[in-house]
């Protein structure tokens, strides 16, 4: 479904994807199947999602920024490709690839520096910002974004130490399987 009062341009939309209205994708974005493109997204030209991610209100994808399967990215995350822009002086060369691995989430209002790789299944808190990359199953939040913690897949928080409140041990790096 796209909605009327989007522009889509782009036909490399996967089936089953939804895009809401005043959602602006332009002709050469890749987007998957599965996904849940919400109002007020704004998606470039060279930028790929994969499938099963949703996108909530507010967020815009620029050019170099990929994103892998079933990714969730909260409202109003900003991302960036640029470490210096400048008005009127785009350069290509000067964009940074930002890649949002498979199963990541990413907390509404934080910020994402350009360049950036946002491991699997790791978790991002609202409002953070995060200027380098973050490890796999990490849990990351502040200003700037510090581990925390770390997340299984299910999305059990675990201390510095893969405690869950419990005081269970858990392997995150293999699938959140716990000892």
């Known amino acids: 479904m796209i909605h009327p009062l989007s522009d889509v341009q782009s036909k490399n939309i996967g089936d089953d994807t939804n895009i809401w209205q005043f959602c602006v994708v332009l002709s050469g974005a890749?987007?998957?199947?599965n996904c849940n493109i919400c109002a007020h997204v704004f998606i470039e030209d060279d930028?790929?999602?994969g499938d099963n991610v949703t996108i909530k209100s507010g967020v815009q994808l620029w050019n170099g920024i990929s994103v892998e399967d079933n990714v969730f990215i909260g409202?109003?995350?900003t991302f960036t490709?640029?470490?210096i822009p400048r008005s009127k002086a785009y350069v290509v060369a000067n964009l940074k690839n930002t890649v949002v691995k498979n199963g990541a989430s990413i907390g509404a209002n934080s910020t994402i520096l350009p360049g950036v790789v946002i491991g699997e299944y790791s978790f991002?808190?609202?409002g953070s910002v995060v200027t380098g990359d973050i490890p796999p199953y990490?849990?990351?939040y502040g200003n700037p974004a510090t581990q925390h913690g770390y997340i299984t897949e299910e999305?059990?928080?675990?201390?510095m130490e893969k405690k869950d409140k419990n005081g269970v041990r858990y392997i995150v790096?293999?699938?959140g399987t716990n000892e």
Do not use: S
């Not at 999305?155 to 201390?159: D, F, V």
């Open 138 to 140: 990490a849990l990351f």
């Open 155 to 159: 999305g059990i928080l675990l201390n």
């Open 81 to 83: 490709n640029e470490l």
């Open 30 to 33: 890749q987007i998957g199947r």
């Open 124 to 126: 991002i808190g609202a």
């Open 47 to 49: 930028v790929i999602v």
């Open 75 to 77: 409202p109003n995350v």
């Open 173 to 175: 790096e293999t699938e």
